[in-house]
């Protein structure tokens, strides 16, 4: 089993519409999670940042993070052209030298007019 | 904001060639990484650093090596670049909650 899996995609939605994006991981010792979106060709941006399980919301964007399922989910809503994009998801444990960060291959997303 | 720089966007080498990537963070972070990204396989670590002249190797050291002189740089190097390094090669740094920050990408090119 994969530390972490993310389903690759594609996925297409309309203007407009809610768009959820989720993780599944393996090791229990995860406490970090991130959500990166990657324009094609372009680095890697950091969207959310949540500490152990919960909600937090950034505008259009709300992660959650559920560690009893060891699932992750971002959520986008009103979702605009402009969100097309790769996400990837990604987790480390906490603290220490355990600074390491494990990836999802990510979920390529168009937002289509 | 944090800002990660990375020395080209884009590079075409030669088989044999020794490569430089440099990469520059601007918030004094102790921690810098060196990954590649290719179809398929996503982001795979090849080094980092958690002080200066500090290194450990990650999941793919091999045919490359790093150097960090000050807290600022770190760069990778390709010692004799082959056609299987042709990738696309990011540099980040890490905050204060293990969140890292990414630069542009390079792009190289191995012919």
């Known amino acids: 089993q994969k530390e972490v899996e993310q389903d690759p995609g594609p996925l297409s939605v309309p203007e407009g519409a809610i768009v959820s994006l989720n993780c599944t991981y393996s090791n229990s010792a995860f406490q970090y999670f991130m959500w990166y979106r990657q324009y094609s060709r372009k680095g890697p941006e950091l969207l959310m940042y949540?500490?152990?399980?919960g909600n937090k919301e950034d505008g259009r964007f709300t992660a959650q993070v559920d560690k009893s399922s060891k699932y992750i989910s971002l959520f986008i809503r009103d979702s605009q052209p402009s969100d097309s994009a790769t996400y990837l998801c990604a987790m480390s444990e906490s603290g220490g030298s355990n600074y390491k960060l494990t990836f999802g291959k990510g979920t390529l997303l168009t937002v289509n007019p | 904001d944090v800002k990660v720089t990375q020395s080209s966007r884009y590079l075409v080498k030669r088989t044999g060639e020794k490569v430089f990537l440099e990469c520059v963070q601007d918030m004094d972070h102790e921690n810098m990484f060196w990954y590649r990204q290719d179809p398929g396989l996503g982001l795979r670590l090849i080094y980092f650093s958690y002080d200066v002249k500090m290194k450990e190797k990650g999941d793919i050291p091999e045919g490359y090596s790093v150097s960090r002189e000050k807290k600022e740089r770190f760069s990778l190097i390709l010692e004799s670049a082959s056609t299987n390094q042709t990738s696309m090669y990011l540099c980040?740094?890490?905050?204060?909650?293990?969140?890292?920050?990414f630069g542009p990408g390079t792009r190289l090119t191995v012919l």
């Open positions: 949540t500490y152990s399980s």
């Open positions: 980040a740094s890490k905050g204060g909650h293990n969140e890292q920050f």
